[in-house]
């Protein structure tokens, strides 16, 4: 069998039924993702969030290890780094919001622990406005060491992971998908770039479509992982306001830029600036 303790980090997030509330739980149990597979169902019974059936269906969900070991596999020929909850390089930032994801997957060389990070959101479809905008704030961003976040989607996304290139800053895209595809085909350029300048990233395994469910993950990560969130360019009922609100709960600094009161593009921005968050 492949991978060690790897293995069975792998394959905790494969439990069906465990989350990653409850994975922490047992890690903080059971002292490591090994020794959860092999204890028995009494000391299971003893842990906050496992109930009679849980404790049931982990003890009888061993069959996992098959799925991790390919995963493992995956991991290894792709040169791959993974990093878990206890792992120093796991975003620290990130480690104390309590979803957080138990493990990441990533490829780069960018510091996810950088003394500065920004994350950077915004509509898909900006205007001049909200392109000059960005462009600006990036360029004078240039010679500050900060790691720039954001989600590599259309629009303010990949135009903020662009300008970052261009201005010496790495830059981390985090997708939500996993690192054996890239979504949308037409940034693959740019992310193998960003590899070299920065590093992609995302807490789902090989074969994962990105589903819209999956996005939340990938906004709850950009959120988590910034010092200070920067909402471009959005409708009153853009996906960005929802990282943004995201990062608000997690008590970070979260900044708008202003728009006209008759733009649609900018209502969202607005908005929360009138709504003081």
Same mark, same amino acid.
């Given at each position: 069998m492949v991978g060690g303790e790897l293995l069975y980090q792998v394959g905790l997030t494969l439990l069906e039924g =465990?989350?990653? =509330?409850?994975? !922490?739980?047992? @890690?903080?149990?059971?002292?490591?993702?090994?020794?959860?597979?092999?204890?028995?169902?009494? #000391?299971? @019974?003893?842990? *906050?969030? =496992?109930?009679?059936?849980?404790? !049931?269906?982990?003890? +009888?969900?061993? #069959?996992? @290890?098959?799925?991790? /070991?390919?995963?493992?596999?995956?991991?290894? /020929?792709?040169?791959?780094?993974?990093?878990?909850?206890?792992? /120093?390089?796991? *975003?620290?930032? @990130?480690?104390?919001?309590?979803? +957080?994801? =138990?493990l990441l997957y990533y490829k780069g060389n960018a510091d996810l622990n950088a003394e500065k990070i920004v994350a950077i959101v915004g509509t898909r479809q900006p205007t001049d406005y909200g392109r000059e905008q960005t462009e600006k704030l990036v360029n004078e961003l240039r010679g500050s060491g900060i790691l720039v976040v954001s989600g590599l989607a259309y629009g303010i996304d990949v135009l903020a992971h662009k300008k970052a290139l261009e201005n010496d800053l790495d830059t981390v895209g985090v997708v939500a998908h996993g690192l054996d595809r890239m979504y949308p085909q037409t940034h693959t350029s740019i992310a193998m770039k960003m590899q070299k300048q920065g590093g992609i990233l995302t807490d789902f395994r090989s074969g994962t479509n990105p589903d819209a469910v999956n996005f939340p993950n990938r906004n709850l990560i950009v959120a988590g992982m910034c010092d200070a969130l920067i909402v471009m360019e959005s409708k009153r009922d853009g996906g960005s306001l929802i990282t943004a609100t995201i990062a608000n709960s997690y008590n970070k600094d979260v900044f708008a830029f202003p728009g006209k009161s008759t733009d649609i593009m900018s209502e969202g921005c607005n908005g929360f600036i009138k709504s003081n968050k």
């Open positions: =465990v989350g990653d =509330v409850v994975a !922490k739980n047992l @890690l903080a149990y059971c002292g490591n993702a090994e020794e959860i597979f092999k204890a028995n169902k009494a #000391h299971l @019974l003893k842990i *906050p969030g =496992v109930g009679e059936g849980l404790a !049931k269906a982990i003890i +009888s969900q061993q #069959h996992v @290890l098959k799925a991790a /070991e390919k995963e493992v596999r995956f991991i290894e /020929e792709n040169n791959i780094e993974t990093l878990f909850f206890t792992n /120093e390089k796991y *975003p620290q930032r @990130l480690k104390y919001c309590s979803d +957080s994801p =138990v």
